[in-house]
């Protein structure tokens, strides 16, 4: 199955456009193909699942976290909005999720499209772009980025990112680990290929938020197909997890709603006929 119609229409516009000036292939670094993650689906993949990330919460955001990972020890969804077919947002989109990330560059905007799960579009700015005085937050972020040419050889091969105005809800992964809810992350994201092996990306991502005691950086790489078969997946067309009234249920495969704990209350069915006794 071909990519969704999104990155079709992207790819489409990014290659048909007029006026855009032409691309120096020369300059650019080759970051073709597909990108997958090398490790797992944790924010710090150098980490265990749940609490032994060990980010360096406020206590208040600390309280939050475990609150989540433990209505999820229940069988609850705990604070996972992608549970509810939310996209992940940044910087949780950069984990990549099973379908892989296309990269493409012009000159004056890098597009990085994602497969999976909601095909959606990352567009870096490059063209020297200021910060607008107001940006409408979006779940992919507004994103300035910047070419380095860093060992000297005339040929860029560091994209340096920064991205504001992120849109919630959203979290680090699964987990739950919160950001602050009043939405001012800002997110810096280094690019470059390993040295030693060209089918490496190496993203070093740095995260400010007001729910953190200190920046935290964590170190991604993602390993390259150069031949690569585009998916497609669609959160909606498989979608068993329902939260009502805050409260986690869980669609069975014939249709029934099912309690995701032991003890779980059914939902309030006053606006519904009550069956026969």
Not at 163 to 174: E, V
Not at 225 to 234: S, V, Y
Request: hydrophobic content about 35%; proline content about 8%; glycine content about 10%.
């Amino acid at each position: 199955m071909i990519r969704g119609l999104l990155g079709i229409a992207v790819v489409a516009s990014i290659l048909g456009a007029v006026d855009a000036p032409a691309l120096d292939q020369s300059k650019y670094p080759d970051w073709k193909g597909q990108w997958n993650r090398k490790g797992g689906g944790t924010f710090d993949p150098s980490k265990p699942f749940g609490l032994a990330q060990r980010p360096p919460l406020t206590a208040e955001y600390q309280a939050i976290f475990e609150a989540s990972v433990a209505d999820q020890a229940a069988g609850g969804q705990g604070n996972n909005p992608m549970a509810g077919c939310n996209p992940p947002a940044m910087p949780r989109m950069m984990i990549i999720y099973g379908l892989g990330m296309e990269i493409v560059v012009t000159p004056d905007t890098t597009y990085m499209l994602f497969g999976e799960p909601m095909n959606q579009v990352r567009r870096i700015f490059t063209d020297g772009r200021s910060w607008p005085e107001t940006i409408e937050p979006i779940s992919s972020g507004y994103s300035i980025g910047q070419w380095e040419d860093s060992d000297g050889d005339g040929r860029y091969d560091l994209l340096s990112i920064e991205t504001r105005a992120i849109k919630g809800p959203r979290s680090y992964d699964s987990s739950g680990m919160p950001f602050h809810k009043d939405g001012k992350t800002v997110v810096r994201e280094r690019f470059y290929l390993d040295k030693a092996n060209a089918d490496i990306l190496i993203n070093e991502t740095t995260i400010e938020d007001s729910a953190l005691t200190q920046p935290w950086t964590v170190t991604r790489r993602y390993h390259r197909t150069r031949d690569p078969e585009w998916l497609e997946t669609i959160c909606g067309e498989d979608q068993h997890q329902l939260r009502i009234d805050g409260e986690d249920y869980f669609l069975s495969g014939d249709g029934f709603l099912m309690p995701t704990r032991k003890g779980q209350p059914p939902p309030d069915l006053r606006h519904f006929g009550q069956p026969a006794r």
